[in-house]
């Protein structure tokens, strides 16, 4: 592909535009968005994906797996796993079939029945995808947990919706035993220890059993369950402003648009080798590490280690990663290294290039191009959307800066508190009209909370953004309190309860702090109990205090001790009064506040 730019003026600032210059060696799965758009209806589509029964019933896990058993692909690579050390294991589609049965036929035999609660709480290795994969054969709904998640984040989520089974290695069991009385609902742990070592045992009433062993004593046969597209296939925990996580609950029925989104925005093809960075705890990798790949019957790669700028060049030199699926935060840690360092490493094999999860600045974007020879594409989702939603596609011209357009089938609009929609280049809520195949389909046991997100027929994303003239996006921040760190997203409810659980604080406030790298910091303003002084030590062992609780990645990196936080009459921390000051901007209305 060949590149031209442009320059544009788009409301008040010129932007760089890059115009796409198709060459026939371009295999792009979707070539003309605009009248893909325009005439587009799902059910159109339905041949698509795998059903029992067209458009009605069918199985996310038959779908991504079952569905190529009998076809080329079954001998095909659908897992190629590196270890931290180096370590290769390959698992072809039929192995992942035959893996999947079994450990559908262990949850059945422990008596695991249709929409109960199934959570893997894993780094990751390859019995992520067996499990998951298992799990969704049984009808069962799966869960993920972020392998850095802390007691209490394991306990409000486990607890909240009555998990039965935590699949877990021998590292991170310690953390679910270290809660497992507070948990009445789960009855197993099933311990995948690669060394092959753990010996079942009872802990706290819990049965923890050896995975190997219960794998090894059941059939590779297993007849799928059945599922409406409306019936629960997985449930994930993320962050609100206010309040504990919800329980964000996806249907089978998505299959279809996690399916459509890897076919024309990653552009899928089968012979491509794709790399996505994600991990599985967040829904990147539930959707576009396992289940949209699978489907479409790719190769991918999935390394357990974490960020290494050199190790990350070296999988894509070595894989010859060509579709490369990433976050704006990992894109500035490897600019922060240089750019003599990706010159060490052949990555001429890489065709596509694409980030999630914070705003893609043009900087990123255009270093991009000078290593990769590609222009990073931005695309935005959510949690809560189960798939992309606005995205950059390869047949589309990018203007750097946008998340560009709403795939087939989306309505996206700009609109104001009540839902009524507004002009172009008019800042308002981004919203998306209610109703498409991967949508939430409720907030776990918070009924009134569903409802609440929904305006005028709207969903409200919670992200503030406007439109251009030609139907691009541009984000411009979010309408509430919720940090997205490093691309991962915490609630500052959730900090600020696990910062008061220590003994010495007293209040906490916290909110997030732009930061050059990681987007924004957690900043923890804190109030001490009486007796307590503010040393470094203190703040030190207030941080680790929130790691070990909280999680890993959710600590506060800032804290600064104040006498009094600012709030209303009625008792509410004010967030924002403290956020304008950080950044020493207006401060607003101050009527409510108590002086
Ligand atoms: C929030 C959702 C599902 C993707 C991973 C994050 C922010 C996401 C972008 C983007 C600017 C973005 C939004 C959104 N976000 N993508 N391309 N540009 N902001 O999923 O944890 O549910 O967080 O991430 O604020 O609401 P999540």
């Known amino acids: 592909m060949k590149y031209e730019i442009k320059k544009e003026q788009v409301h008040d600032t010129t932007v760089d535009v890059v115009k796409k210059m198709l060459e026939s060696s371009d295999k792009l799965n979707l070539k003309d968005y605009d009248a893909t758009y325009k005439n587009f209806r799902w059910e159109d589509y339905y041949d698509e994906i795998k059903w029992f029964e067209r458009g009605k019933t069918l199985n996310m896990a038959v779908n991504a797996v079952d569905k190529h058993i009998g076809t080329p692909v079954e001998n095909k690579i659908a897992v190629i796993w590196e270890s931290k050390d180096g370590n290769v294991e390959k698992y072809t589609y039929k192995q992942l079939y035959e893996l999947s049965n079994r450990f559908a036929n262990v949850l059945a035999k422990l008596g695991i029945n249709k929409g109960d609660r199934v959570f893997l709480f894993l780094p990751r290795i390859p019995e992520v995808h067996i499990t998951f994969i298992g799990i969704l054969k049984t009808g069962a709904i799966a869960g993920t947990l972020f392998s850095a998640f802390g007691y209490d984040a394991l306990k409000d989520r486990l607890g909240h919706c009555d998990a039965r089974v935590v699949i877990t290695t021998p590292d991170l069991l310690e953390r679910v035993e270290h809660i497992a009385e507070d948990l009445p609902a789960l009855e197993y742990m099933i311990v995948v220890d690669r060394e092959g070592k753990f010996e079942d045992k009872e802990v706290k009433g819990k049965k923890e059993l050896n ?5 090894s004593d059941v059939p590779a046969e297993y007849n799928p369950m059945m599922m409406n597209v409306d019936d629960p296939a997985y449930i994930l925990y993320t962050s609100g402003s206010t309040g504990k996580p919800k329980g964000v609950v996806h249907v089978h029925g998505g299959a279809l648009i996690q399916h459509l989104t890897g076919k024309w925005v990653l552009n899928f093809n089968s012979d491509d080798m794709y790399w996505c960075t994600a991990d599985h ?13 699978l489907s479409n019957g790719m190769t991918t790669l999935f390394y357990e280690g974490r960020f290494d700028s050199e190790k990350w060049y070296s999988l894509i030199e070595k894989y010859k990663v060509n579709i490369f699926y990433t976050a704006p935060t990992a894109i500035r840690m490897l600019m922060k290294y240089g750019d003599e360092l990706p010159k060490k490493y052949d990555l001429s094999s890489l065709k596509h290039i694409y980030s999630v999860g914070e705003p893609l600045n043009p900087e990123p974007i255009r270093w991009g191009y000078e290593v990769f020879g590609r222009y990073f594409h931005d695309t935005w989702w959510q949690t ?13 011209d990018i203007k750097i800066g946008s998340m560009g357009k709403p795939f087939p089938g989306i309505i996206a609009g700009i609109v104001d508190d009540d ?8 800042e308002g809520n981004l919203a998306l009209k209610r109703g498409w195949p991967s949508m939430v389909k409720e907030f776990w046991n918070n009924p009134k909370k569903y409802e609440s997100v929904f305006k005028n027929g709207w969903y409200i994303t919670g992200d503030m953004a406007y439109k251009d003239n030609d139907g691009y996006y541009w984000f411009m921040g979010r309408s509430d309190d919720l940090i997205m760190t490093a691309g991962e997203r915490v609630g500052p409810f959730e900090v600020e309860s696990a910062l008061i659980d220590h003994d010495a604080v007293n209040e906490a406030a916290v909110i997030g702090k732009p930061d050059p790298e990681r987007g924004q910091i957690i900043k923890a303003f804190v109030v001490l109990n009486k007796g307590y002084e503010n040393t470094p030590e203190l703040l030190d062992d207030i941080k680790r205090f929130v790691k070990q609780h909280l999680a890993g990645h959710a600590y506060p990196r800032e804290i600064e001790i104040v006498d009094s936080l600012p709030k209303t009459r009625s008792g509410k921390i004010m967030r924002r009064v403290l956020r304008a000051k950080e950044l020493g901007l207006p401060i607003g209305d101050l009527s409510t506040m108590v002086k």
Do not use: D, H, K, R
């Not at 995975?211 to 794998?215: F, I």
């Not at 705890?281 to 790949?293: A, F, K």
């Not at 992309?388 to 047949?395: A, E, G, K, L, S």
């Not at 839902?419 to 008019?426: A, C, D, K, R």
């Open 419 to 426: 839902g009524n929609e507004l002009p172009p280049y008019q």
């Open 281 to 293: 705890g967040w829904v990147t990798g539930v959707v576009y590490v396992i289940l949209s790949p």
């Open 211 to 215: 995975y190997s062993s219960l794998m």
């Open 384 to 396: 809560e959307t189960g798939a992309q939603m606005i995205v950059n596609f390869p047949c589309m």
